[in-house]
């Protein structure tokens, strides 16, 4: 990419200045864009010859200023390549100083809640390397999705477009997609409800804040299990709720856990408990609705991960079950095709809809109309259907292999379903340790620890393996093997 300067130079009022020399003005313009305009690092320059053809000059006169602006280390020559732009230690320090140079005007102070929200945000690796993928937990088989078939379906949907599906989508979302969500769900998740009362939203964390915002008031407290999703945690504490700790066993929440005080809400992912694996049983869940009826609390149930753990022995969802309508229920399509594609729902009692509406249409314009068009034909024309068994499949041999090369270094629960897998480091390195030693080799491995809520946490490390091939499982597994040998 070139960065085209022609018009910069030919405006510029020192450009036809007849008593300083052609290459000096040149000179000055071109350094005075690097250095107080912001020219784009890295970006290439002209070639001599066609920046001498552009201003009808001698390229000798361009050669000159080049070499100038090399001298002093304003730009760099790659040999064949040309001529691009070099950032300076002395103008970053400069853009540095301007940035501190601001303490000195007075501005509004920041939001109480956005300092809540930097306070408690959540460090992840979200942020590392595309390559990164092994083996970061809650991804899916990424390879696997059918890029040709949501190309078709995309490119007819460009095709058949009218003026009318380019303008604003409904806040709640398109009613085939919603139509077509309520049938998948009653299909694969044994869920009746009505489509209007589904709401189409960018994910798990899109929900709750939708969610979080039209019910959280400050001091309000809400039921999390221990240990639990940080992002979820996080984004509660950041809407100052008083977050209420409540321990789980093997058949999920430890209701007796809960002290016995007024509760707004409880946040809940009873089909795979994350991060511990845990299934809540069909018991419990009716326990659990019966709390909720006599504390007149709602329930979240957050089924990010159903058909991975709830394949074989399905057990009723909390929503399912309610007679009340106490549930918000919501999933994702992000864990089952790719996280990129965001897009989530959520299943909510119909006296929170139009609170949730007004929300939504005040902070966010929604999922674009085209991905949610396309997203209900993959749906109807049963290419979910197909995807997902094949992405079941993959898993599970994943699963299996990832357990199998491990075996040496980690310590895993075999009975935990899902994406993700619990290890014990069998040396008793410590998990933050682990994760900084792994990091550093592009392997990533969150460690439990961070997932607690409390001061008791348990060492171990959350790992995800189905995205991750078999040459790749193979490569960074022996680099597991290798920094946490016994």
């Known amino acids: 990419m070139y960065y085209n300067i022609k018009n910069i130079i030919t405006t510029s009022n020192q450009w036809k200045n007849d008593n300083i020399p052609i290459y000096q003005n040149l000179y000055k313009i071109l350094k005075n864009e690097i250095i107080t305009n912001g020219a784009p690092e890295n970006l290439k320059l002209p070639a001599t010859r066609k920046l001498a053809k552009d201003l009808n000059i001698s390229r000798s006169t361009v050669n000159k200023v080049y070499e100038l602006l090399l001298l002093e280390k304003h730009i760099i020559s790659k040999q064949g390549a040309g001529y691009y732009i070099l950032p300076k230690k002395n103008e970053l320090e400069k853009i540095t100083a301007d940035t501190n140079s601001e303490k000195k005007y007075k501005y509004p102070t920041i939001s109480k809640r956005a300092k809540l929200f930097s306070k408690y945000r959540y460090i992840s690796t979200d942020n590392y390397s595309k390559d990164s993928v092994a083996f970061r937990p809650g991804l899916p088989p990424l390879d696997l999705f059918p890029v040709k078939t949501w190309k078709t379906i995309s490119n007819k949907y460009w095709r058949e477009s009218t003026p009318t599906n380019l303008s604003y989508a409904p806040s709640e979302g398109l009613e085939t997609l919603r139509v077509n969500i309520a049938t998948y769900l009653k299909i694969y998740r044994n869920i009746n409800c009505d489509h209007k009362q589904i709401i189409i939203v960018s994910g798990s964390l899109h929900s709750l804040y939708l969610i979080g915002n039209s019910i959280i008031n400050k001091g309000d407290r809400i039921v999390m299990e221990n240990p639990t999703f940080p992002r979820a945690h996080n984004l509660f504490k950041s809407l100052k709720a008083n977050i209420i700790a409540c321990d789980l066993d093997t058949e999920g929440i430890n209701i007796d856990s809960i ?228």
Do not use: C
């Open 259 to 486: 002290p016995k005080e007024k509760t707004k809400l409880i946040y809940t992912t009873p089909s795979n408990q994350y991060p511990s694996g845990v299934k809540m049983s069909h018991q419990r869940r009716l326990e659990l609705l019966d709390w909720a009826k006599n504390q007149n609390s709602l329930i979240i149930e957050d089924d990010y991960d159903h058909e991975f753990s709830n394949w074989e022995k399905p057990i009723p969802s909390i929503f399912s079950l309610d007679t009340q309508n106490r549930v918000i229920y919501q999933g994702t399509f992000n864990k089952l095709l790719h996280p990129s594609l965001r897009l989530g729902y959520m299943i909510v009692p119909n006296y929170l809809i139009e609170s949730i509406k007004a929300i939504y249409e005040q902070s966010s314009r929604f999922v674009p109309s085209s991905t949610q068009a396309i997203m209900s034909e993959f749906i109807s024309n049963e290419h979910l259907n197909k995807h997902l068994r094949n992405v079941i499949k993959t898993s599970n041999e994943r699963r299996n292999l990832f357990i199998e090369l491990t075996k040496k270094t980690l310590d895993i629960n075999k009975s935990n379903e899902g994406l993700h897998l619990i290890a014990k480091i069998k040396s008793n390195i410590p998990d933050i340790e682990a994760f900084k030693k792994l990091q550093d080799q592009n392997v990533i491995a969150y460690p439990l620890s961070n997932y607690y809520i409390t001061k008791q946490k348990k060492d171990g490390l959350v790992l995800g393996y189905s995205s991750v091939n078999n040459k790749v499982m193979k490569e960074k597994t022996s680099i597991i093997n290798k920094l946490l040998k016994i």
